[in-house]
């Protein structure tokens, strides 16, 4: 398998975790260790594996509000 094909194969993964199952945990295991987003719009996003993870979710803060 070629580095394309074996990157395609992770994407497909990512995307399935993320838009088709909603699992966030699973979702974070096709990304790299030190994972970042940001948020240009909104000015916001954050660094590492708590802020872009499970402790950053945008549901949870709804939860809090």
């Excluded at 945990?25 to 954050?46: C, R």
């Excluded at 708590?50 to 549901?59: C, F």
Aim: glycine residues 8%.
């Amino acid at each position: 398998m070629t580095h394309p094909e074996k990157l395609g194969k992770i994407f497909d993964k990512h995307i399935e975790y993320e838009f088709d199952k909603e699992d966030v945990e699973s979702t974070m295991t096709t990304m790299t260790d030190e994972p970042y987003v940001h948020h240009v719009p909104t000015l916001t996003g954050g660094f590492g594996y708590d802020e872009v993870g499970l402790k950053n979710t945008l549901l949870e803060k709804c939860q809090k509000i």
